[in-house]
T-cell receptor, first 114, second 111 residues
């Protein structure tokens, strides 16, 4: 199926651990994003890559590091996890950079830090 | 910030009724988009309306845009229980580089 797929779907980990979330899209899109959705359903953009190049880097702690090995993949590594990192993380993609396209979202990774 | 605000925060209706959600934003936009999020799922793109358009339709969805009032509305006609979800508007940021999502409207459609 054509889609944006994220793994894992659920992630429960202890404070201080390091974890990664992977995202892949087979839509042929050039641009990929990471969004964070908090417990109040507020969605905030974290990063965006266009053809493997970082184009949006919001005010996010340095513990969060994205990596795009190719334009179909965008991973998110989080060091030294904190309780406040608990949220749902969504990967998304669009045909190109900017806002002239609808975004296709993955189903999310629910991260719980205990 | 440009974050849109949806109104109402929550809406409860019966199947067959129409549901109207509103979105207000602060600065000029290139376009505005509406998304649906079912519980525990990702967002699904519904409609994109450009700043030079006033109305757009897609199936049972009708979106209007009033740039003079900096507001948009999403109308779902003849609602179904399957329309139960959260609905978000999303607008450009000032540089038109990223989508900024609103606070969302939770719609509950009862059979």
């Amino acid at each position: 199926d054509t889609a944006v797929s994220q793994t894992p779907k659920y992630l429960v980990t202890q404070m201080g651990n390091d974890k990664s979330i992977k995202c892949e899209q087979n839509l042929g899109h050039d641009t990929m994003y990471w969004y964070k959705q908090d417990s109040k359903k507020f969605l905030k953009i974290m990063f965006s890559y266009n053809n493997k190049e970082l184009i949006i880097n919001e005010t996010v702690p340095n513990r969060f590091s994205p990596k795009s090995p190719d334009k179909a993949h965008l991973n998110l590594h989080i060091n030294s996890l904190e309780l406040g990192d608990s949220a749902v993380y969504f990967c998304a993609s669009s045909p190109g950079a900017g806002t002239n396209y609808g975004y296709t979202f993955g189903s999310g990774t629910r991260l719980t830090v205990v | 910030s440009q974050q849109g605000e949806e109104d109402p925060q929550a809406l409860s209706i019966q199947e067959g009724e129409n549901a109207t959600m509103n979105c207000s934003y602060k600065t000029s936009i290139n376009n505005l988009q509406w998304y649906r999020q079912n519980s525990g799922r990702g967002l699904v793109h519904l409609i994109l309306i450009r700043s030079n358009e006033r109305e757009k339709h897609s199936g049972r969805l009708r979106v209007t845009l009033d740039t003079s009032k900096k507001s948009s509305s999403l109308l779902i006609t003849a609602s179904r229980a399957a329309d139960t979800a959260s609905y978000f508007c999303a607008t450009d940021d000032t540089g038109f580089q990223k989508l900024v999502f609103g606070t969302g409207t939770r719609l509950l459609v009862s059979p």
